[in-house]
């Protein structure tokens, strides 16, 4: 998750992590508002990532740490 869109802003901020209110706060649109809201309100960690990226999904499926962590208190 990046503090603006990458391609269009080259300087935009990529965050490692963030709480799920930070990216509701700051309108991330990172996806869906009421999906947001229903992983913070169960305290279901997200991982966000580009799975376009050759090898992303097998390496998220490898536990390696890419993409954003969305977690309470992140």
Known sequence: IYSQDPVANPEAEFY???SYDRVLVEDLRVMDTTAII???DHDLP???TNINNPGAMMRLMQGQDIGTL???GG
């Open 16 to 18: 490692p992590q963030l």
């Open 46 to 48: 997200l991982r966000v």
């Open 70 to 72: 969305v977690q309470k």
């Open 38 to 40: 229903l992983c913070r």
